[in-house]
């Protein structure tokens, strides 16, 4: 038995099944390559689901990373440490925010976000206690705890999982007409992606973010955008929402590659009228904001900043763009996306997106698929034009019939 047959199945006589995984074992990354366990080498277009921007492994994160781990590594926030100051105010200015909340994942994150917008919504709204409504977004995905899954319209992430915690209105995606009928006296937030990733790469109508953000002004209501895929440079500029005028949110939630590819960071970004509404006790994480997630944070930022990753996704992403539209397989239903978060989209006569993301693993090609038909592509920002070529090659053969 080869060693990949011999890891997975160990790995799955004693794994919960909650995902189902390409049949590689990787062992192995640097940059945009990985490596199995039986020495072959793969572009890595999955990036940990947009969580390696930066690159496996970049040296000036790993660096940050080791030489915080030589002097201290976790504090709880019972005290101070000399790291998180330093981090959130570079955060805050690349986002132009007042203040943030550090915490580890996103889905802890969106949970900061929501309870954060319930107390805007009783202490500055005024709205009556246990009333406040947020309006989310048919196909969303925030995340998977049991409030997040709750409000998801995905079958499969709510069954069994009930009951769910009330105070959440659902309106389709990329309507601004259905937000402003669905805002009432009792909303208090719109929680809503940029691009919808998970559910496909659906990339909302031009204007529908700067729409938004005005009836949200409007009405009183905080815009709450979730940017933990989206954001730090994948779709061509530092947030997604910069792609529109007027649209900047008043909570900014971020994830995924804040961490580098090396370390869970999140953060909940807003004014000091919102963030500002804390109080000690109100909320809390035994590792949110700890010295090595802070010191990591640091160079995972200062790094998409100086080395202008959000303007090389613009770029390198509209030549993907381009060059995928020269693919012409009947196979292919849809191609789109924005930066370097690109979705194709597999005709149902054709198979799965999972059946075209093992024949590219065979080309040495990772990528996944995404709700059932879509295969998503979001290689690290450092990759080379060559490399977008030779990975055009490959989506030529898989997906040519
Ligand atoms: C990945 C993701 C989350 C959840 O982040 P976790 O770190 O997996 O909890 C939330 N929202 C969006 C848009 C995401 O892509």
């Not at 990753?309 to 030549?319: D, F, I, K, N, V």
């Amino acid at each position: 038995m080869k060693r990949t047959e011999q890891i997975i199945a160990q790995t799955e006589r004693v794994t919960a099944r909650n995902y189902a995984p390409l049949p590689v074992v990787l062992t192995r990354a640097e940059g945009v390559f990985a490596w199995d366990v039986e020495g072959r080498r793969y572009l890595d277009c999955i990036s940990a689901y947009s969580s390696l921007n930066q690159g496996h492994r970049h040296p000036r994160i790993l660096q940050a990373l080791i030489s915080q781990a030589g002097r201290l590594t976790l504090t709880s926030r019972a005290v101070h440490n000399d790291r998180l100051g330093p981090f959130l105010e570079k955060l805050c200015n690349a986002a132009e925010m007042d203040m943030a909340l550090p915490m580890n994942t996103g889905a802890e994150a969106v949970e900061t976000a929501i309870k954060v917008a319930r107390k805007w919504g009783y202490r500055v709204k005024g709205v009556p206690q246990d009333e406040a409504e947020i309006i989310v977004c048919r196909n969303n995905f925030h995340g998977r705890t049991t409030t997040i899954v709750g409000f998801s319209s995905e079958p499969q992430y709510r069954e069994d999982f009930g009951p769910f915690t009330p105070g959440f209105v659902t309106i389709d995606y990329g309507d601004a007409a259905a937000l402003e009928r669905a805002i009432g006296p009792r909303t208090v937030a719109f929680l809503v992606e940029p691009i919808q990733a998970e559910a496909g790469i659906i990339v909302p109508p031009a204007g529908y973010l700067s729409a938004a953000r005005a009836l949200c002004r409007e009405h009183r209501v905080l815009l709450m955008l979730d940017e933990i895929q989206t954001g730090l440079g994948r779709t061509g500029r530092l947030f997604d929402y910069q792609h529109e005028p007027d649209a900047k949110p008043d909570v900014l939630i971020l994830g995924k590659a804040l961490g580098g590819g090396v370390y869970p960071v999140s953060a909940v970004l807003a004014s000091a009228e919102v963030l500002g509404l804390l109080r000690p006790g109100d909320h809390g994480s035994t590792f949110g904001g700890n010295p090595l997630a802070a010191a990591v944070g640091e160079a995972a930022l200062e790094v998409i900043i100086e080395s202008r990753l959000p303007a090389r996704a613009a770029e390198l992403g509209s030549y993907l763009l381009e060059k995928l539209k020269t693919l012409k397989s009947p196979n292919v239903v849809s191609i789109r996306g924005r930066g370097l978060l690109v979705g194709i989209e597999i005709a149902r006569e054709a198979g799965t997106a999972r059946h075209f993301s093992e024949k590219l693993l065979e080309r040495g090609v990772l990528c996944k698929d995404t709700h059932e038909q879509v295969i998503r592509l979001a290689p690290p920002l450092i990759v080379q034009k060559d490399q977008l070529d030779w990975l055009v090659d490959q989506l030529r053969f898989a997906l040519t019939p």
